[in-house]
């Protein structure tokens, strides 16, 4: 069937001979000059139904004769976060290094972008959470270490000693900033710097933290064989989930809330988010999964292991679809774009990777001077 690509004004700009079967992926590559057309910013579009890596011309209704629309939207931005005491900001379209942060003393467990793309968090082994600005710096809106870019200073309550706190993320309001330290978990204010509610009740070292989707509750991984569900409003735990013999590294929730996958050993586990039962695991690394994460429709599991690579796999039936190689090192955290048309892998061998999902192809590189603990992409 003869199908055509037309901008949003209504103006053709290529016409293939295509088949029905085909995804977005075969139809680029069938349109020479735009093969830009895979990446995350730009989005083919029949009415209300998108062609993606997973949908077919047949499925979004494509016929003899259709036009797609060619949608281009706003470039994102990854952020990284470095052993080597920096956090960075970097284009995805170029791979160039727009900006660097380096008032950390000690070296970044974790960075997150805040929901408008104007706020960066990180999280250090100094014992600190900062918020800056991802601007250039040139406006101070306000600092409490005098430098022009950080603009907040997040401390931790835990008495006696320096503890590393171990991840940041900013709520999907944008309003907190979620951290941990030790066994404990905290909510700080962005505007005031405050922390606000701490969730206890771990019996080991919380290693990650995140926020549900709709910002209601918080998900914590800890190495004390569990994950335990919050309910931001009032700090209680509302769901633990229990694998015994394994600590937990790393926990994601899907973002409509029924499911949460961690890891287990050498495997990621499926579990129920209301009753805590546990599904099906996902298994085929050598060594320890480090990171895990569903794709933003539910659809896939991401995983990353100490063994060097990062797997794809089917989330209803856990099959592995497809194996990410190019690292040298131990894989330390895993991200999807927010169309889930690229991901990103984070390693100890000083780089963090850019790869399109539907194909497994890396398209770009991203290096430090250290190894690489996060790299999350900006959520718009």
């Known amino acids: 069937m003869r199908v055509s690509l037309v901008t949003v004004s209504g103006r053709e ?3 293939v001979d295509a088949d029905p079967s085909w995804t977005k992926h075969d139809l680029c590559s069938h349109l020479p000059g735009f093969e830009g057309a895979r990446g995350a910013c730009c989005h083919i579009v029949l009415e209300t139904r998108q062609l993606t890596g997973e949908t077919t011309l047949e499925q979004i209704g494509a016929e003899d004769g259709a036009s797609l629309t060619l949608v281009v939207a ?44 104007t706020r960066l968090a990180t999280a250090s082994e100094d014992g600190t959470a900062r918020v800056w600005c991802t601007e250039t710096g040139a406006a101070m809106l306000w600092s409490s270490e005098g430098d022009g870019e950080c603009l907040r200073t997040l401390r931790h309550t835990l008495p006696h000693r320096v503890r590393p706190i171990n991840d940041a993320c900013f ?33 080991g070292v919380v290693k990650v933290a995140v926020f549900s989707a709709d910002g209601a509750f918080v998900l914590s991984a800890s190495v004390d064989n569990t994950a335990r569900l919050w309910a ?5 735990c509302v769901c633990t989930f229990e694998d015994e013999g394994h600590p937990i590294k790393w926990a994601s929730m899907s973002n409509d809330g029924t499911l949460v996958v961690t890891t287990s050993g050498c495997n990621a586990q499926l579990w129920d988010a209301k009753s805590g039962a546990r599904s099906h695991a996902f298994a085929g690394h050598e060594k320890d999964v480090c990171a895990v994460e569903f ?8 995983t990353a292991a100490s063994d060097g690579t990062a797997k794809l796999w089917s989330a209803t039936t856990s099959k592995c679809l497809r194996t990410l190689t190019g690292h040298s ?19 100890d061998d000083h780089t963090a990777r850019l ?15 250290g190894g690489v603990k996060v790299a999350v992409f900006s959520p718009i």
């Open 329 to 347: 090192k131990t894989i330390y955290s895993v991200a999807f774009s927010p169309d889930g048309a690229l991901a990103l892998t984070a390693s």
């Open 13 to 15: 700009i290529a016409a």
């Open 295 to 302: 794709s933003p429709d539910g659809s896939l599991v991401l």
């Open 355 to 369: 790869w399109e999902v539907q194909s497994g192809d890396c398209l770009a590189v991203l290096q430090h001077r």
């Open 171 to 203: 709520s999907p309001d944008g309003a907190l900033v979620l951290g941990s330290a030790g066994n404990v978990s905290f909510l700080w204010s962005v505007s005031s710097g405050e922390c606000v509610h701490e969730l206890r009740g771990h019996a």
């Open 74 to 117: 706003p470039s994102w931005r990854i952020a990284t976060a470095s052993f080597d005491n920096t956090a960075a900001l970097w284009s995805v379209d170029s791979g160039e290094r727009l900006l660097e942060f380096d008032k950390h003393v000690r070296c970044l467990y974790s960075v997150s972008i805040s929901p408008d793309g």
């Open 232 to 236: 931001v409003a009032s700090g209680e």
